[in-house]
């Protein structure tokens, strides 16, 4: 039924515990699961310094590559016939998500209600709920 999962996460315990679901279903649909990982630079504009703004993307990029890490991690540990990609992007977590979906055709989306930035959900609104509500695919909201 699902050939390409795509699991966004943000290195948070409920991302982890998305992508445990996200593993069950890639095992029993022999899917795909892409997981990725979305640096949030927009507030990285206007700062003065531009070795200070290289300094923070390159954390960001570490940050990324850890979450992306843990999650391969977890698939790995269950079973190596789950085939996984990881990616990194770079912009707005809820838009980059939804062009993903359209770009790698998928058929399904895995994520964690809020990570770590549960703050956001009431300053922002929610990228969950934003992908929810624009996606045009099914999406599992793990919490």
Known sequence: MYKKILLPTDGSEIANEAALHAYWIAKKSGAEIIALSVMETSSLVGLPADDLIVKIKEMLEEEA???????????????????????????????????????????????????KHGLDRFLLGSVAEKVVRSAPCPVLVVQ
């Open 65 to 115: 590559e850890r979450s992306l890490d843990k999650i391969d991690d977890i698939v790995q540990e269950k079973s190596d016939k789950v085939k996984i990609t990881l990616k990194t992007e770079e912009g707005s977590p809820a838009d980059i998500i939804l062009e993903t979906i359209e770009n790698e055709d998928i058929d399904l989306v895995v994520m964690g209600t809020s990570g």
